[in-house]
């Protein structure tokens, strides 16, 4: 039988080669993910301005619900890289299988939080009633959906961490595809189509997850990917939940931390009107897609980082870390110069709104200080998070979010002539600091020493 590419032994080999082979395939995956929302900000902005704000805001919460559940599947990558580099696929199997358990009971309490408190949750960041109206239907859809968004993230990480990233890009690409197809024909009532407008859009998502999620699961269960999920001697084993838990929460905290604070902002941002409002969440979305390259390096390094750990090759780990950052990094200064220029064509790709082009150009610019640093903080943090060492993760984030973002988010604004742009000055500094200390913290090489 031919062997498969994701057959290979990932602790082995050049470092360069393999880092590379993981993660061109996870970069496509993710930014078709991230594709989703911003495909829903392409069509939903030509409804008018309080859609689009409505979206984005309603958007960066659902974003954050994802982050919480990634965060709980980051002991579930963790755990079955380390299985898979020490060569124990049962184990791994056990784990694949309560994180199915994980997924089930999480995505029913966001259901049902998005059912009933949907309107409640975004009226608290004191928005326009028409953003709230707008925003609440595609909220309440998504989570409502969430059971398609949590099967499909289960199967994506288990084949992840077990070294497969080809077969989850060709499930991304596929449905993808199918929320690119669907997506304007339900906002718009193109076709045989009813005219849904918002909530269109999110029915686009939750539609095209749903076939993501099966052709993950089967996948899975019929051995077309290196490791076969079955179900054969299940039992609810609660140590091993437990310890994917006590993996996951810090890291969920950390995925909160990213998208918490952008909300809260909100409520600095909405002072300076509905326009404001929506170039902040334009901007939100913008980089989310720009993060996906860094996102892709970081959890390739940190599947390799977790089975080199497995395999005892503590060396390997760390040189991954720092070949993925220096690869980011390189490319995104080529990309800043990019968007210094052209700023403002890549904002009318969203909208056409003079005032919003105008807000949302500036700050496009202005986090460029924060982009070059995205290997720093982004790769690194994943990498270390890819061998279950979540918790300085956490609390570099939660420092840098709480004591230098939010306090400079509301001080420039007020008491200097930076007007609005100061939060985003508040984001890219914040961002600068937690690059230094995740430096050097990655530099002790105390994350090799975790034990899980």
């Given at each position: 039988m031919k062997r498969q590419s994701y057959d290979r032994n990932w602790?082995?080999?050049?470092?360069?080669r393999n880092l590379l082979s993981l993660s061109w395939p996870i970069a496509i995956g993710q930014t078709l993910t991230v594709l989703g929302p911003t495909i829903d900000m392409i069509w939903v902005g030509k409804l008018g301005a309080a859609p689009i704000a409505g979206v984005g805001v309603s958007g960066m919460v659902v974003m954050a619900v994802n982050s919480i559940m990634m965060g709980l599947y980051t002991g579930l990558r963790a755990m079955i890289a380390r299985y898979i580099g020490s060569g124990d696929t049962d184990g791994a199997n056990n784990i694949g299988q309560q994180a199915l358990v994980i997924g089930t009971v999480f995505s029913i309490i966001m259901a049902a939080i998005g059912i009933f408190l949907a309107e409640p949750l975004l009226s608290v960041f004191g928005v326009e009633p028409d953003v709230v109206t707008e925003g609440a239907a595609y909220m309440r859809i998504q989570l409502a959906g969430s059971i398609t968004m949590a099967a499909a993230m289960v199967s994506q990480s288990v084949m992840q961490a077990s070294g497969d990233t080809i077969t989850p890009m060709r499930i991304s690409i596929f449905f993808r595809l199918l929320h690119v197809v669907i997506c304007p024909l339900l906002v718009f009532g193109i076709w045989i189509f009813p005219e849904m407008g918002v909530s269109g859009a999110a029915w686009a998502n939750v539609i095209s997850q749903f076939f993501g999620a099966i052709f993950g699961i089967w996948y899975l269960f019929t051995g077309r990917t290196r490791l076969k999920l079955t179900l054969s001697n299940f039992r609810l084993d609660k140590d091993i939940i437990w310890r994917m838990t006590k993996i996951g929460i810090p890291a969920s905290i950390t995925g909160v931390q990213r998208f918490l604070p952008y909300l809260i902002l909100v409520w600095f941002v909405s002072p300076f009107g509905t326009a404001?409002?929506?170039?902040?969440?334009?901007?939100?979305?913008?980089?989310t897609f720009i993060r996906m390259?860094?996102?892709?390096?970081?959890?390739?390094?940190?599947?390799?980082?977790?089975?080199?750990?497995?395999?005892?090759?503590?060396d390997r780990a760390e040189k991954g870390g720092w070949i993925a950052v220096a690869l980011f990094s390189g490319v995104m200064a080529i990309c800043c110069i990019f968007i210094w220029f052209f700023a403002d064509n890549i904002v009318k790709i969203f909208s056409t709104d003079a005032e919003l082009v105008d807000i949302a150009s500036t700050f496009f610019r202005i986090q460029i200080v924060g982009y070059l640093v995205f290997g720093l903080t982004i790769v690194i943090s994943l990498c270390v998070e890819g061998v279950g060492d979540t918790m300085v993760t956490m609390i570099v984030t939660l420092l840098t979010m709480w004591i230098i973002q939010i306090p400079l988010a509301w001080f420039l604004p007020k008491y200097t002539s930076l007007g609005v742009n100061g939060i985003q000055w508040a984001i890219a500094l914040a961002l600068v600091a937690r690059a230094l200390m995740f430096a050097t913290y990655f530099k002790t090489r105390r994350w090799t020493r975790k034990v899980i």
């Open positions: 602790t082995e080999g050049s470092v360069i404001a409002v929506g170039a902040h969440s334009l901007m939100q979305r913008i980089d390259p860094a996102g892709s390096l970081g959890n390739a390094a940190g599947v390799l980082a977790g089975q080199n750990l497995g395999a005892g090759k503590p």
